[in-house]
């Protein structure tokens, strides 16, 4: 056996396992988080039986808390369910999207007992389960409206900016690239809009939510999750944390904005290779996802045409920064953009303090909210 052969049989064992992690995640969403509702139930029943009388109330909504929980948990099966055949060009039963190229799918798309060792690895993972069911009403509900008005709107109107429809009458022939997709909204937007667009995620979680929501929600408003129901702080009233957001607010499985949309899986760097490829790339909270910058703003410069736009809008939070078994760069804005410039792009359009909110619950005593930076820049023609 060669060593190359070796090596892509340890990856994809990798992936296989990596897939069925994330699978086992969503399936143990419902035990890991009855977990935090009884011990608010057991530190009750040890307290004072005055302490106790005056947390009646609060007892009843946990009851409460558990009948949301099984909603949600409803949602997060039907998430997963027929993951195994969301991909169309792998056996599923084999592997997954891992990093390896791009795999696309649709939109065109017990109780037991854990060991504490495993316990915290599952409720990492489980916790994103938790960030899934938010994205959901940030991406596909009416209350996620006004987030996505900060975020996706400056990038939709740069759009029609850059692209008037009086010279691009045939918008399908713009090929716009979204990395960092998500569930997939901001993609959606710019295909309802006529582009042929195609997004990009690696993150199976997001996936499975994505390939749900774009493929099997053919109703409006069809279903209901309760995002905030894992927050047990800075809530006013426990009617806040129980609230109840459906979704999705439009029927992007039933009226697909145009035969021109896609969705891919896999690392951007290691999926998109081909040069001049992409009349625009539409970048959202994406670029500080990567351990080392420049590599993304290389590639985004190789994939344009010559005179393709990337249109950015996001903080810089660079999510390798505190991790201990990972190596990251951080540059600030000011040097970001004298990389940007010394990568090749002319930058048309900046600015900075613009106010932007992430899957936030609006009813929190506690806010966070991003002063991100937008813009704008093009891929000279060639001289």
Same mark, same amino acid.
């Given at each position: 056996m060669s060593s190359n052969t070796a090596a892509d049989e340890i990856d994809e064992a990798?992936?296989?396992a990596h897939f069925r992690a994330v699978v086992t995640a969503?399936? *143990? *969403?419902k035990l890991c988080s009855l977990d935090r509702i009884q011990k608010s139930e057991k530190m009750i029943a040890k307290l004072p039986s005055t302490h106790q009388r005056r947390l009646e109330k609060y007892k009843s909504y946990l009851s409460k808390f558990k009948k949301c929980? +099984?909603?949600n948990n409803s949602v997060v099966h039907l998430i997963i369910k027929d993951v195994d055949t969301m991909?169309?060009?792998? +056996?599923? #039963? #084999?592997t997954d999207n891992g990093s390896n190229g791009a795999e696309s799918f649709g939109c065109n798309y017990n109780n037991c007992e854990i060991s504490s060792h495993k316990q915290h690895k599952m409720q990492h993972d489980v916790d994103k389960v938790v960030s899934v069911l938010k994205n959901i009403v940030r991406d596909w509900s009416a209350l996620g409206a006004a987030e996505r008005d900060q975020c996706y709107k400056p990038i939709l109107e740069e759009m029609e900016e850059r692209f008037p429809l009086d010279e691009y009458s045939e918008r399908s022939r713009i090929k716009v690239l979204v990395p960092g997709a998500g569930l997939g909204r901001l993609a959606w937007e710019i295909a309802a809009r006529g582009y042929s667009c195609q997004g990009n995620e690696f993150s199976l979680f997001m996936l499975f939510a994505s390939n749900f929501i774009l493929n099997r929600c053919p109703e409006a408003n069809k279903y209901t999750v309760h995002p905030w129901l894992h927050q047990y702080v800075n809530n006013v009233t426990c009617d806040h944390q129980l609230q109840g957001v459906t979704f999705p607010d439009v029927r992007p499985g039933g009226d697909r904005p145009n035969h021109h949309f896609s969705m891919t899986a896999g690392d951007f760097l290691k999926v998109y290779t081909e040069a001049e490829q992409w009349n625009c790339v539409a970048s959202?909270?994406?670029i500080d996802c990567a351990p080392n910058v420049i590599e993304f703003i290389e590639r985004i410069y190789a994939i344009l045409e010559p005179g393709g736009y990337w249109i950015n809008l996001g903080p810089l939070l660079y999510h390798y920064s505190d991790m201990p078994s990972e190596s990251s760069i951080e540059p600030p804005y000011d040097i970001l953009l004298e990389i940007i410039r010394d990568i090749g792009f002319d930058i048309l359009?900046?600015? #900075?303090?613009v106010k932007t909110k992430y899957a936030q619950n609006p009813n929190s005593m506690m806010q966070h909210e991003y002063d991100s930076v937008f813009f704008v820049c093009r891929k000279p023609y060639c001289m």
């Amino acid at each position: 056996m060669s060593s190359n052969t070796a090596a892509d049989e340890i990856d994809e064992a990798k992936e296989r396992a990596h897939f069925r992690a994330v699978v086992t995640a969503f399936k *143990y *969403y419902k035990l890991c988080s009855l977990d935090r509702i009884q011990k608010s139930e057991k530190m009750i029943a040890k307290l004072p039986s005055t302490h106790q009388r005056r947390l009646e109330k609060y007892k009843s909504y946990l009851s409460k808390f558990k009948k949301c929980l +099984d909603v949600n948990n409803s949602v997060v099966h039907l998430i997963i369910k027929d993951v195994d055949t969301m991909f169309e060009n792998v +056996d599923h #039963t #084999t592997t997954d999207n891992g990093s390896n190229g791009a795999e696309s799918f649709g939109c065109n798309y017990n109780n037991c007992e854990i060991s504490s060792h495993k316990q915290h690895k599952m409720q990492h993972d489980v916790d994103k389960v938790v960030s899934v069911l938010k994205n959901i009403v940030r991406d596909w509900s009416a209350l996620g409206a006004a987030e996505r008005d900060q975020c996706y709107k400056p990038i939709l109107e740069e759009m029609e900016e850059r692209f008037p429809l009086d010279e691009y009458s045939e918008r399908s022939r713009i090929k716009v690239l979204v990395p960092g997709a998500g569930l997939g909204r901001l993609a959606w937007e710019i295909a309802a809009r006529g582009y042929s667009c195609q997004g990009n995620e690696f993150s199976l979680f997001m996936l499975f939510a994505s390939n749900f929501i774009l493929n099997r929600c053919p109703e409006a408003n069809k279903y209901t999750v309760h995002p905030w129901l894992h927050q047990y702080v800075n809530n006013v009233t426990c009617d806040h944390q129980l609230q109840g957001v459906t979704f999705p607010d439009v029927r992007p499985g039933g009226d697909r904005p145009n035969h021109h949309f896609s969705m891919t899986a896999g690392d951007f760097l290691k999926v998109y290779t081909e040069a001049e490829q992409w009349n625009c790339v539409a970048s959202c909270f994406f670029i500080d996802c990567a351990p080392n910058v420049i590599e993304f703003i290389e590639r985004i410069y190789a994939i344009l045409e010559p005179g393709g736009y990337w249109i950015n809008l996001g903080p810089l939070l660079y999510h390798y920064s505190d991790m201990p078994s990972e190596s990251s760069i951080e540059p600030p804005y000011d040097i970001l953009l004298e990389i940007i410039r010394d990568i090749g792009f002319d930058i048309l359009k900046e600015q #900075t303090g613009v106010k932007t909110k992430y899957a936030q619950n609006p009813n929190s005593m506690m806010q966070h909210e991003y002063d991100s930076v937008f813009f704008v820049c093009r891929k000279p023609y060639c001289m």
